[in-house]
């Protein structure tokens, strides 16, 4: 293998310091300009992002246009077999990709950074298995005319992906995207350029040059330039409704199409009949209190029935009490860090309008005692109770481990609470009767409900928001279809 896994994630950020991916090389930014990238935990430089604009835009999406003629005209298997065996190589690397990501993002290795790297591997073996279902249709038109559909690639995909996912964000607009017979330009998000760059390095062993590009920059100089291309035909894009909005408008100036995975406030409900220990732990599961709750798809708000809401906050508060900090690259640690300082400020922000606005706070779990973590970006979980639903910690999306707890008497009740939010993500409903199971999935706004349990992105579903969440679907063969190829409508005059 030439590349070998590199488990000492230091020296690798070191390696990977200051370059894009470009027509399968390393290579450096234009303007030689690099910003540093840091380990959250604590607070150190660990490597340097190359600080792309235009020029390397320009280039980047000019390889990829080169590169896509070739890529299109290959049988659609051929290139699904090269993406499903990106993902057995990136398998052979979940170690080395898991340390890495946890180094510059601060999420915990044991219960979030091993975990996603090994969703990646499996995310490109999935959608590499799905090239035979690029098809279109007969169409019974004419008796005289032949009639049908083909599905083509659109171009050259620009995706922008954020910090708290890098990995599997990357993987389910990537994967699809190539296998569709496109090539991609990717833009990192500017806190984690590292993981994803090593991604596509190691990619680079098995796709043609030129495929599969990378750029690190910050979003204004180097993703709007991406999406404002004229060549890029496609843009899929993560990260918060503020930037979504931007990218609408620059995709609509071009009138391509876009996918936007934008943010969460979603609820769980949890009925009077729910097992209680199975809905505690799904609370802390779907609150993601071991990712600081740096998850789109949080359960921040918990509405939780009159009859069980006490003891429910009781046995949440004991659990996430055993919940340990430290550091992310420590097999005991459960909960890592929030990724930098802004995000911090603004999670630490939102616990003081918690308070202001009279909620009750319950800060659980414990700082790490080590010195080397003193400066790390280490956020206690909390939990609120006593909330007013229109309180701005009931309505906003925090993106951090706080959690609102809300009291209900009926489920008419809860499933007005639940609906009442700007965003449609994810819900969840924790009950054992058949009947409520089914109205709540019926009734709940949002594009992903589960009862009695809460899983995260899986291959093969649907998965993407209404409302202020998003646009379009990811993660499945549906979203390969919808969101990377056109249709093609064929006539064959036989007469
Ligand atoms: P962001 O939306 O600004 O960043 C996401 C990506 O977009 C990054 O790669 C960034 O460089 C890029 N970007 C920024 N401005 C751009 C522009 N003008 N044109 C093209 N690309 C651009 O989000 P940020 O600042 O990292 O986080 C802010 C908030 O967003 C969080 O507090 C959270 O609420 C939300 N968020 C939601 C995520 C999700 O999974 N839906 C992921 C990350 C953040
Ligand atoms: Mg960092």
């Given at each position: 293998m030439p590349f070998e896994p590199n488990l000492d994630p230091m020296s690798l950020a070191t390696e990977l310091s200051g370059h894009h991916l470009i027509d399968g090389k390393l290579v450096a930014p234009k303007n030689s300009k690099t910003f540093d990238v840091i380990n959250p935990a604590t607070g150190k430089v660990i490597g340097q992002a190359a600080d792309g604009d235009a020029d390397d835009v320009a280039i980047a999406v000019d390889i990829a246009k080169k590169a896509q003629k070739d890529w299109a005209e290959r049988p659609a298997r051929e290139r699904g077999k090269l993406v499903a065996e990106c993902g057995r190589v990136l398998m052979a690397h979940t170690e080395e990709l898991g340390r890495l990501v946890?180094?510059?993002?601060?999420?915990?290795?044991?219960?979030?950074?091993?975990?996603?790297?090994?969703?990646?591997?499996?995310?490109?073996?999935?959608?590499?298995?799905?090239?035979?279902?690029?098809?279109?249709?007969?169409?019974?038109?004419?008796?005289?005319?032949?009639?049908?559909?083909?599905?083509?690639?659109?171009?050259?995909?620009?995706?922008?992906?954020?910090?708290?996912?890098?990995?599997?964000?990357?993987?389910?607009?990537?994967?699809?995207?190539?296998?569709?017979?496109?090539?991609?330009?990717?833009?990192?998000?500017?806190?984690?350029?590292?993981?994803?760059?090593?991604?596509?390095?190691?990619?680079?062993?098995?796709?043609?040059?030129?495929?599969?590009?990378?750029?690190?920059?910050?979003?204004?100089?180097?993703?709007?330039?991406?999406?404002?291309?004229?060549?890029?035909?496609?843009?899929?894009?993560?990260?918060?409704?503020?930037?979504?909005?931007?990218?609408?408008?620059?995709?609509?100036?071009?009138?391509?199409?876009?996918?936007?995975?934008?943010?969460?406030?979603?609820?769980?409900?949890?009925?009077?009949?729910?097992?209680?220990?199975?809905?505690?732990?799904?609370?802390?599961?779907?609150?993601?209190?071991?990712?600081?709750?740096?998850?789109?798809?949080?359960?921040?708000?918990?509405?939780?029935?009159?009859?069980?809401?006490?003891?429910?906050?009781?046995?949440?508060?004991?659990?996430?009490?055993?919940?340990?900090?430290?550091?992310?690259?420590?097999?005991?640690?459960?909960?890592?860090?929030?990724?930098?300082?802004?995000?911090?400020?603004?999670?630490?922000?939102?616990?003081?309008?918690?308070?202001?606005?009279?909620?009750?706070?319950?800060?659980?779990?414990?700082?790490?005692?080590?010195?080397?973590?003193?400066?790390g970006l280490f956020v206690r979980p909390v939990i609120f109770t006593n909330v007013d639903p229109n309180a701005r910690i009931a309505r906003e999306e925090i993106f951090g481990p706080v959690a609102c707890v809300f009291k209900f008497k009926t489920f008419e009740e809860a499933l007005e609470l639940a609906n009442d939010s700007d965003f449609g993500l994810a819900a969840t409903v924790w009950t054992t009767d058949l009947k409520t199971a089914l109205v709540a999935t019926k009734r709940l706004e949002a594009g992903f409900v589960q009862v009695n349990q809460n899983l995260v992105v899986q291959p093969n579903l649907s998965y993407g928001g209404i409302k202020l969440s998003g646009l379009g679907k990811e993660a499945s063969l549906e979203s390969m279809l919808e969101h990377f190829t056109y249709k093609k409508t064929v006539i064959l005059n036989m007469e």
């Open positions: 946890a180094l510059e993002s601060g999420k915990a290795l044991r219960t979030e950074s091993r975990v996603e790297a090994s969703v990646l591997a499996d995310m490109f073996v999935f959608f590499g298995g799905l090239a035979s279902e690029l098809k279109g249709e007969t169409v019974p038109f004419n008796p005289n005319m032949m009639t049908l559909t083909t599905r083509e690639a659109v171009g050259v995909v620009g995706a922008i992906i954020p910090w708290n996912v890098p990995l599997l964000l990357m993987a389910i607009k990537v994967a699809p995207a190539l296998v569709a017979g496109n090539t991609v330009v990717v833009k990192s998000a500017e806190d984690t350029p590292l993981t994803v760059l090593r991604v596509c390095q190691i990619m680079q062993e098995i796709l043609p040059a030129g495929v599969l590009n990378i750029l690190s920059g910050f979003g204004p100089s180097c993703g709007g330039p991406l999406v404002e291309h004229k060549d890029v035909k496609k843009v899929s894009f993560t990260g918060s409704v503020e930037t979504g909005r931007t990218v609408y408008k620059a995709a609509a100036e071009k009138l391509i199409p876009v996918t936007l995975e934008l943010g969460g406030k979603s609820p769980m409900i949890v009925m009077d009949d729910a097992d209680l220990d199975k809905a505690v732990a799904g609370a802390i599961g779907g609150m993601r209190f071991t990712r600081q709750g740096q998850s789109c798809t949080a359960s921040s708000r918990m509405l939780v029935h009159e009859k069980l809401h006490d003891e429910f906050v009781k046995r949440l508060i004991d659990k996430v009490n055993t919940l340990k900090m430290g550091n992310p690259l420590d097999e005991e640690t459960d909960i890592g860090t929030i990724i930098n300082r802004k995000q911090f400020d603004k999670v630490c922000g939102y616990i003081d309008i918690g308070e202001k606005e009279g909620a009750t706070k319950h800060e659980l779990s414990a700082l790490p005692a080590d010195a080397e973590l003193s400066d």
